[in-house]
């Protein structure tokens, strides 16, 4: 395990169906962030676990979307109804946070899901 | 609020040249965290740099070096002989500590994208 992994790289969905993302963080890592990127813009944060469980939310992830990570491992990022305006680069990144230690240090990024709603 | 921008959109630059890459930050916090990461065109954010607010220290890393000024709320990154495959989209990132919750959440500015000709 070298990284941080995501499947599918690419998803071309009609509007309206329902997609789902995967992410395997590094695997001592107990924090998994997903970020929404769209094209030309910075990445924005949607939610993040520490272990199994989802401790905040962004107003970004609407209804329609649901993320979970059931054993504290890999995380599911599903998109119901998708909208055109759904469509963009979603990203996984997971960091490793000591009991002790700081919960700022880096978060290491997979290579994104690139998400185009027709 | 907090907020990262990144005035600079797109740099150009000839190979073997210095270039250096403007952010400036805005926090309410006391304690939090800056960063840089490198996006190539294949995508994948690459951690290069994190600080923290109370280490104002320069620091230099081979070819790269960041100067962080709290007066004027600034982290700018410089490229030193900058080379072709130093190309690649840029982005500075903010982490809060009390106003975040302790999430460790990272907040983008909108990246600059540099690229170097050979």
């Known amino acids: 395990d070298t990284g941080v992994s995501q499947d599918p790289r690419h998803k071309i969905t009609k509007r309206g169906q329902n997609v789902t993302f995967r992410c395997d963080p590094i695997?001592?890592?107990?924090?998994l962030y997903w970020y929404r990127q769209t094209l030309g813009q910075g990445p924005e944060f949607l939610t993040y676990?520490?272990?199994?469980?989802?401790?905040?939310k962004s107003r970004l992830l609407s209804d329609r979307f649901s993320a979970e990570r059931p054993k504290g491992s890999f995380s599911t990022l599903e998109i119901q109804r998708t909208e055109q305006g759904d469509s963009a680069m979603y990203l996984c990144?997971?960091?490793?946070?000591?009991?002790?230690?700081?919960?700022?240090?880096?978060?290491?990024f997979g290579p994104g899901t690139r998400l185009t709603v027709l | 609020a907090q907020k990262v921008t990144q005035a600079q959109t797109e740099i150009s630059v000839v190979e073997k040249e210095d270039v250096t890459l403007d952010c400036v930050y805005e926090?309410?916090?006391?304690?939090?965290?800056l960063f840089w990461y490198k996006q190539p065109p294949s995508g994948e954010l690459v951690f290069l740099i994190r600080?923290?607010?109370?280490?104002?220290q320069n620091e230099i890393s081979g070819r790269y070096s960041w100067n962080f000024q709290k007066s004027t709320s600034s982290f700018n990154f410089t490229i030193t002989a900058s080379q072709v495959v130093d190309s690649a989209v840029y982005f500075c990132?903010?982490?809060?500590?009390?106003?975040?919750?302790?999430?460790?959440?990272?907040?983008f500015g909108q990246g600059t994208t540099l690229q170097v000709k050979p």
């Open positions: 676990f520490q272990n199994e469980a989802q401790l905040e």
């Open positions: 926090t309410r916090d006391t304690t939090y965290y």
């Open positions: 990132a903010l982490s809060e500590a009390r106003s975040s919750g302790n999430t460790g959440k990272l907040i």
């Open positions: 695997s001592e890592h107990n924090r």
């Open positions: 600080r923290n607010s109370f280490d104002e």
């Open positions: 990144a997971s960091s490793l946070i000591m009991a002790s230690g700081s919960v700022y240090n880096e978060q290491f």
